[in-house]
């Protein structure tokens, strides 16, 4: 059995944003917060050993949040150089296994994450979420695959291994990926927000010269 305190919770936060073309996707607003605050905010009363985030070039203070924060010099090597970075930072700390989410997933829930949790069954466990086609993160890795996630190369990160673990399904919308500035439009007025992310204007005041003019 796996229980968050033996967990490090790994926000890999590092990437470049290629397919979002413009800015720092991850401080970009989404409701309250910007968008990588989000899954923050969701599993910030899991009592994980540790939290780690893999950042590169973002304005965001995840140390203010209670984050160990791992620089990435160089994410064009891909999401697996940031994966472990994470997992050997974890692997110092004495964590028996990761709880890998990423940033830029702003819908994920802890009650999700906690029935990751449930599913695992010791030091090789690999248990990953899925939204009934395919598997993705947040994904938990017990401490036997360590050494495996860090040999990990290229943007494809853990990927390969996840298709093999066990798979907990959850709804499509608490998975959803921001990779483009359509993605993070769509989230947006899914929950009745203007596009770029500012709240609405109130209707301009009409004076009485002016209403008595349209007439």
Known sequence: MITPDQTALILLAAGRSRRFNDGDKLAEPFLDKP???HVVTALERIPFQARI??????????????????????PALGQARSLGFGVARARELGCEAVLVALADMPRVTAAHVHRLMDA???????????????????A??????????????????????IRRGHHVIAPPAELVDIDTQEDLRALRERYGLR?????????????????????
């Open 35 to 37: 968008l990588a605050y």
């Open 53 to 74: 985030a893999v950042v590169s070039a973002t304005t965001l203070d995840f140390a203010a949040l209670g984050y160990d924060v791992v620089e990435n010099p160089d």
């Open 120 to 138: 695992a069954d010791g030091p090789a466990t690999i248990v990953a979420s899925s939204d009934g086609v395919q598997p993705m993160p947040p």
């Open 140 to 161: 938990l890795f017990g401490k036997d695959m360590f050494p495996m996630l860090m040999q990990l190369e290229g943007d494809h990160g853990a990927r390969d291994l």
């Open 195 to 215: 596009t770029d992310g500012q709240p609405e204007q109130p209707p301009a005041r009409v004076t009485r010269d002016e209403a008595r003019r349209s007439d």
